[in-house]
């Protein structure tokens, strides 16, 4: 299947593919309403990979799940490609269809194989013919997945459960992909092989993507820009641009620049938890 290069050069001029204006969410239980967020305004452009960290608690998957539809915000105004979602405007069809989603779990059904579970989306969208049965075989060979693919869940390894899940976020072309902690359970060579084949997906599919991560340094390797929240409630108190060229590889994780935007963010994420205490 051909492949589809976005041109990274064009970055300057992309315009916003999500919106978010002045959010907030607030739980109420018997006793209290419980802000979880509270105005958070942030941008994502067409085809950027940008990462939100900061500590647990802080709000960051309430923001994506309130992207996608899960959650209604309190109040504010999240634009999603033009389309605009409050918290009286429930997300229509249209908009669920460009959007994919990956859990910290994969969550793939026991009883069918890794290919069928990659397939699943096609199926509940009503996808079909030779072309989208190449591209779950392209999705399974970027991530190894090719030889695997007639096995069940049982059968294979947790990093390659995890690789299942996040192709199959993939697979009827979302134009967005949002992703909660997806590699975060996996040991550190796993992640790493991870990262760098999602990278290699983002840069042949032209994705937008947000990533949720509490690994500063998997943020910095994979990210254009990188929001730091706060918590109690939950806040955007920092947005840090990485200007680390394209491809990134893991041997960038040595360099002085690589390791000074770490020390950056993590100095950030510590004040934070070092101003709670009273």
């Not at 916003?16 to 239980?29: H, T």
């Not at 405007?89 to 859990?103: A, D, N, R, S």
């Not at 030779?130 to 990093?159: C, H, N, R």
Request: charged letters at 25%; one cysteine or more; aromatic letters at 6%.
């Amino acid at each position: 299947m051909a492949e589809v290069k976005m041109d990274r050069s064009a970055k300057a001029g992309r315009l916003p593919k999500i919106i978010l204006s002045g959010i907030s969410k607030r739980f109420q239980s018997r006793r209290q309403t419980i802000t979880a967020v509270e105005d958070v305004n942030m941008s994502v452009n067409t085809g950027e990979f940008v990462s939100i960290v900061g500590p647990s608690g802080c709000g960051k998957s309430t923001i994506i799940r309130m992207i996608d539809g899960i959650i209604r915000p309190s109040s504010g105004k999240i634009t999603i490609g033009g389309n605009e979602i409050d918290s009286q405007t429930k997300i229509t069809q249209e908009i669920v269809g460009k959007i994919g989603f990956t859990f910290q779990l994969p969550n793939l059904y026991p009883w069918m194989t890794i290919r069928e579970n990659v397939a699943l989306p096609l199926k509940i969208f009503g996808l079909r013919g030779s072309d989208w049965e190449d591209y779950v075989t392209y999705l399974l060979q970027t991530v190894k997945l090719e030889q695997y693919a007639d096995k069940y869940p049982t059968e294979i390894s947790g990093g390659m459960l995890q690789r299942a899940g996040v192709i199959r976020a993939m697979v009827y072309r979302p134009e967005i992909l949002l992703m909660d902690e997806p590699f975060g359970a996996l040991d550190e060579m796993t992640r790493e092989e991870l990262n760098l084949e999602l990278l290699d997906i983002w840069a042949d599919t032209g994705l937008t993507i947000i990533f949720i991560t509490h690994n500063v340094q998997e943020a910095v390797l994979l990210s254009d820009r990188i929001y730091v929240m706060s918590t109690n409630p939950g806040k955007i108190i920092s947005e840090v641009q990485i200007g680390l060229p394209r491809e990134r590889t893991l041997e960038m994780t040595n360099e002085d620049q690589f390791i000074a935007y770490c020390d950056t963010i993590t100095r950030k994420i510590g004040t934070v938890n070092l101003d709670k205490i009273k």
